[in-house]
């Protein structure tokens, strides 16, 4: 076993393909176009080019440097079904071996017929979702696919001794949960003794397979939502067994996100490992701690998850730190996997050349780790002039028109507390009442599906193939169609369906200032889906009216209420790579102002729901509790300054994504919004118990639709989820929605689900009303 370490390494790349090669094969192999071989081979030369390519960037080919992260849909699912612990409900897919395949796995992932599928949520505070894995006592471990080892062997069989990367135990189980079988107040943590001697096996595979070095992956630790001395004390069982395991790849345990608790620190140090990986952009350098004598630290100083160029000086200086420790070496690195950013911003030939000189996307990080790596070899005269080019460009983007603009700062600056406070509720209740809503109303959160026509149409009219008068005739047509859609399922409140929107953001990006968007910029989101974050660079105004001519459109289509659709301003935020030379606080309030001159502008064209999208408001928690009071006050004031001027009798709509209500219930209760639509399906309505016992009193939408899924619920199943929802709370609160919007799914599918959600809706108004 060797244990020398290279002097800079990546902690994972992106795996969907420069031109999202990997979305289109397995999305191909999923309409059954592409067998598995031939998604296979597509995804075994997506990995020979990552390799290649980040050789070429400057990552050694036999020094365990370039990190092998490739994953079909998710590094959570992959390690869960590698262990075997694949939920009773898909047992039969199994191979007769009991290994699982990749049709059990992506049957796992997406559900099938009456099987749902695992659920879904945020990976840390990042917009990146993993499969919760599901264990309970009667789970058995066991290795139940090679996957990992046979990558190993295929790079090492091209010449590339690489580092897989695993998802370390302690963090399985911590971001687990019990099975239905489980006993209550089950602990899937309880079962780490039983799941080590398995990861003992899988070290072995992987030696024997060719590796040298194994990356195992703890960001659990540096996580608070869990007692810190109970995961510190699995990390060193779990250590303690994986290091003093004779036949095995020397060992890196990588912890970014955030800082280490101390306690998890301590016990690192002293653990028979070889190697410690730390978040140095979101954490410090920690104190001296015994034990590090014959380690190396990998010093995360290259930020894995923005888009900047970053501070080379102080990467520089966080390294030189990191030597005083008494480590027997250091290494330069980045803060996380590199998944989080797009592929290479040199591909971005449409960006304003003065901007694309302050970004790093994955391939300049690796530039820039290589660079690090070479000071830390030859010394720093070495990368002097690197680290002064860097310098450079962070001076010249500070100094740059439109970072600061003068009107936008003084209408911040001339905020007072009544630009924050909306009003009594009771007071909007009762002027609300002239909807004339009835029991149970139905609703979408707001998109439906992007078929290929639309698609086809934007790209056309982007080539100049449609002129704008077509192109917009186009987009007329779409939303009347959807619009009759709704009226014929019988759905109350209407939506235009967002077919001139790209992407959520994306969309008020290119028509707020401040703002750029990529051609190529793609970053994974779940499984086959990516979006492509924009670059929020500047102060932020509004030009003009964004949106109210498309609803306007609409409303004069039907004789139904017709919601307005904006994206919040902390979504807008935390799905963009915002800049990070001014507090997130100014920069949600600039984009919260220009909001509010939507909402006012929607109300004065006679829009009376307005629907004010906060899917990311938990995404961007921090991880560190001390942290979350502030973020908490900006983000909940980013809202309520955006709706605050809203009418009394206009109806305020908010949805979240993912938001476990339960963590965040006095924020979301502060954000005031008249109505909270709320994803619910896929846990099987688990937030309504949250819902009942906070107290909390508005409008609520707990999802009876899974959107992440291609199944279609059955009407039975809506009902069910109806009847724990209005036998839990006053009727009065309860609305009827899908867990998210309908963008990703196709027609097919939608229809059958929203069918099926009115006729569940009408089967529970009319025992009701017996």
């Not at 014959?294 to 290259?302: A, L, M, S």
């Not at 498309?550 to 915002?578: E, R």
């Not at 100014?586 to 004010?612: C, F, H, K, M």
Request: proline share 5%; charged share 25%; glycine share 8%.
């Amino acid at each position: 076993m060797t244990t020398d370490f290279p002097a800079g390494t990546i902690l994972g790349y992106p795996r969907i393909g420069r031109r999202r090669e990997l979305k289109r094969a397995v999305e191909q192999h999923w309409a059954g176009s592409l067998d598995e071989a031939g998604l296979e081979a597509e995804a075994a030369r997506l990995r020979r080019e990552t390799r290649e390519r980040l050789a070429s960037l400057g990552l050694g080919r036999d020094d365990s440097s370039i990190p092998e992260s490739f994953s079909f849909y998710d590094q959570v699912l992959d390690t869960a079904l590698v262990v075997g612990a694949l939920p009773a409900r898909f047992a039969d897919l199994r191979a007769a071996d009991g290994s699982i395949p990749l049709a059990a796995y992506f049957t796992a992932a997406r559900g099938e017929g009456e099987r749902a599928p695992l659920e879904m949520t945020k990976w840390f505070d990042t917009n990146y979702h993993y499969l919760v894995p599901e264990i309970g006592p009667e789970t058995v471990f066991a290795l139940s696919s090679d996957r990992f080892a046979r990558q190993v062997a295929e790079a090492k069989a091209d010449g590339f001794t690489v580092r897989p990367v695993v998802v370390g135990p302690v963090t399985l189980l911590a971001l687990a949960k019990a099975t239905d079988e489980a006993p209550q107040g089950f602990d899937p943590l309880s079962r780490l003794d039983d799941l080590l001697p398995v990861y003992v096996d899988l070290l072995a595979a992987l030696r024997a397979a060719g590796a040298e070095w194994v990356q195992l992956d703890e960001p659990a630790l540096v996580s608070e939502s869990l007692d810190a001395a109970t995961l510190a004390a699995a990390a060193e069982r779990a250590y303690a067994v994986l290091g003093g395991a004779t036949d095995r790849p020397a060992i890196l345990v990588a912890a970014g996100y955030a800082q280490l608790s101390p306690q998890a620190w301590h016990v690192l140090a002293a653990a028979p490992v070889e190697a410690l990986a730390l978040d140095l952009h979101r954490g410090q350098v920690p104190p001296a701690a015994a034990g590090l004598e014959g380690k190396t630290v990998v010093g995360g100083v290259i930020d894995g998850r923005n888009i900047w160029r970053g501070d080379l000086e102080r990467a520089w200086a966080q390294l030189d730190a990191l030597r005083g420790l008494g480590a027997a070496a250091v290494a330069a690195g980045t803060s996380t996997s590199l998944q989080h950013v797009p592929h290479d911003v040199a591909e971005e030939t449409a960006l304003d050349g003065r901007l694309v000189s302050w970004l790093a996307f994955a391939d300049q990080k690796v530039e820039q780790v290589a660079t690090l790596a070479r000071g830390l070899v030859a010394g720093r005269a070495a990368i002097d002039a690197d680290l002064a080019a860097a310098s450079a460009a962070l001076a010249d983007r500070l100094a740059a028109p439109g970072v600061r603009d003068g009107a936008v700062r003084a209408r911040e600056a001339a905020l007072t507390a009544a630009d924050f406070d909306r009003g009594d509720y009771g007071v909007r209740v009762a002027a609300q009442e002239a909807l004339g809503l009835p029991v149970l109303p139905t609703t979408t959160i707001g998109s439906f599906p992007q078929t290929g026509d639309i698609r086809r149409a934007r790209a056309r009219h982007g080539r100049g193939e449609l002129t704008t008068d077509e192109y917009e005739g186009f987009l007329r047509e779409e939303i009347a169609r959807v619009v009759d859609l709704q009226e014929d399922l019988g759905l109350d409140v209407l939506v235009h369906g967002e077919a001139e929107r790209n992407d959520m953001v994306q969309y008020f990006a290119e028509h707020l200032d401040g703002f750029a968007v990529t051609q190529h910029g793609w970053v994974q989101s779940y499984g086959s889906r990516a979006t492509r974050p924009s670059i929020l660079w500047g102060d932020v105004s509004r030009p003009a009216p964004i949106t109210v001519a498309w609803s306007t459109y609409a409303q004069s289509l039907t004789d139904h209420l017709m919601k307005g659709m904006l994206t919040g301003p902390v979504t807008i935020l935390a799905w963009s790579f915002v800049r990070d030379d001014q507090p997130l606080r100014e920069t949600a309030n600039q984009v919260a102002l220009a909001l509010r001159d939507e909402i006012a502008d929607l109300e004065d064209a006679g829009i009376r729901i307005i629907q004010v999208d906060e899917p990311a408001l938990r995404e961007l928690l921090p991880l560190k509790l001390a942290d979350q009071p502030a973020y908490l006050d900006w983000s909940v004031g980013s809202f309520r300054l955006a709706t605050a001027g809203a009418a009394a009798a206009t109806q305020v709509h908010t949805h979240l994504c993912y938001s476990e209500f339960g963590v965040v219930i006095d924020a979301i209760a502060a954000l005031d919004a008249d109505v909270t639509s709320i994803e619910a399906a896929r846990s099987r309505g688990e937030v309504i118990d949250d819902i009942a016992t906070s107290g909390f009193s508005h409008g609520v939408g707990p999802g009876v639709y899974d959107i992440h899924s291609p199944r279609v619920p059955s009407v039975d199943e809506v009902t069910e989820l109806l009847d724990r929802a209005a036998g839990t709370l006053p009727l009065r609160q309860v609305w009827v929605n899908p867990d998210c919007g309908l963008k990703t799914r196709g027609y097919d599918e939608t229809v059958a689900s929203l069918r099926h959600l009115v006729e569940a809706t009408n089967r529970v108004r009319e025992r009701l009303t017996a």
